[in-house]
């Protein structure tokens, strides 16, 4: 659950806690007692703590200014969602179950069966390709990425590709990572000066349209299904690179985001969670899950 009112309340909270550390930092300077300062590792701790507490907030700020606009932008949309959020919450709160292919007690099963599915459609783009050895599948991903850090690139590769393949090896992805000069990118206009505010639409439209793309630029990291993949600023996990992977092959997110409206202070984000062992349904733990990959098998067969 994310609003700018709780958000305010995190501010607050953790406003107050500076003060109080800072009235201990001048208490523990102005003590007259000699020898070490035997509170400085306590206060290095509350410091260690107070900076953690930031970066949540920080999420927080990110995560509300996006979603915030989205909602805005697309009511009609979100107003659907929001409708089988509720449905769902109804379910679950009676004690009924939820299943993605079995029988879904509660509401009109059907109805609600069809759009918990619809929630996991996937549309994977022409440059995902798959080729078959024996019984092996090998899916093939090509990005390109303005991105100068190799180690994060390494890490984003390997990350995938160890994470995007079934425990029985049956399924493996193969991503081909492909550095562009952002010079030539824009040449013969002149390129984004450091810092500066990207439009990051117009940026990604002048990266080759055969493959996906990665780059930065994001007050929070977010993805276009099929096309980019965009971050913002703060450490990423392994899985959300992965999960954030999995939007460029196609994949909705699988979780439901739904808002309650809240007048002049916005809108409640709302999260429901269906399948906790997804990947594409819980970013930081969930894992790819065979059907993924038999979903992504079976579209582009049809594609081709």
Request: glycine share 8%; charged share 30%; with cysteine.
């Amino acid at each position: 659950m994310y609003s700018w009112p709780h958000t305010a309340q995190l501010i607050e909270t953790q406003l107050s806690q500076v003060q109080e550390l800072k009235e201990s930092i001048r208490h523990a300077l102005t003590s007259s007692r000699p020898g070490p300062c035997i509170d400085c590792e306590i206060l290095l701790d509350a410091f260690r703590k107070l900076k953690q507490a930031q970066e949540t907030v920080d999420q927080h700020v990110r995560y509300n200014a996006f979603w915030q606009s989205a909602i805005d932008r697309d009511r009609s949309y979100f107003d659907a969602r929001t409708r089988l959020l509720d449905a769902l919450l109804k379910i679950q709160s009676s004690g009924g179950s939820v299943a993605r292919e079995g029988p879904v007690s509660g509401g009109d099963p059907q109805e609600l069966k069809q759009q918990i599915n619809d929630r996991e459609s996937i549309h994977p783009p022409l440059y995902v390709k798959a080729s078959r050895s024996g019984a092996r599948w090998l899916i093939t991903v090509p990005i390109y990425t303005d991105i100068r850090d190799g180690d994060f690139l390494d890490r984003f590769e390997q990350a995938g590709e160890r994470i995007w393949k079934s425990e029985d090896g049956k399924f493996q992805l193969d991503i081909t990572v492909k550095s562009v000069d952002v010079a030539a990118l824009y040449r013969p206009d002149r390129g984004p000066a450091l810092g500066e505010k990207l439009d990051l639409e117009a940026h990604v439209g002048r990266f080759p349209a055969d493959g996906a793309v990665l780059t930065t630029g994001a007050r929070s990291t977010f993805a276009s299904l099929g096309r980019f993949v965009v971050l913002g600023p703060g450490e990423i996990s392994t899985h959300v690179l992965a999960h954030e992977l999995g939007h460029l092959l196609g994949f909705e997110d699988e979780y439901i985001r739904g808002y309650r409206d809240l007048g002049a202070d916005g809108f409640e984000v709302l999260e429901l969670i269906v399948d906790r062992q997804s990947l594409m349904s819980v970013p930081g733990s969930g894992r790819v899950l065979r059907r993924h990959f038999e979903r992504l098998l079976e579209k582009i067969a049809v594609r081709e």
